[in-house]
């Protein structure tokens, strides 16, 4: 047999509802970085529940921006 392999990809999607401020620019911030663990948590929730999820193994959140 050979090993599945990992493959990565990138989500792009606009959160309404969070008014982006300069502390989001800061990787230190502790509003990146509860943001960051509640994404990542609600992500990880959705994903192991759609039909990709018995090959999910997780997800990063990587940035914010304004737009």
């Known amino acids: 047999t050979t090993a599945a392999t990992l493959e990565r990809f990138t989500v792009n999607f606009t959160i309404t509802n969070l ?3 300069s502390d989001l620019e800061n990787p230190d911030s ?15 929730r959705l ?3 759609s039909s990709i ?3 999910f193994q997780g997800c990063e959140t ?3 921006r304004y737009g």
Not at 30 to 44: C, E, K, S
């Open 19 to 21: 008014p982006y401020t």
């Open 30 to 44: 502790a509003r990146i970085r509860a943001t960051r663990r509640v994404m990542n948590m609600l992500l990880d």
């Open 62 to 64: 990587t940035d914010f």
């Open 47 to 49: 994903l192991k529940e």
């Open 53 to 55: 999820g018995p090959a």
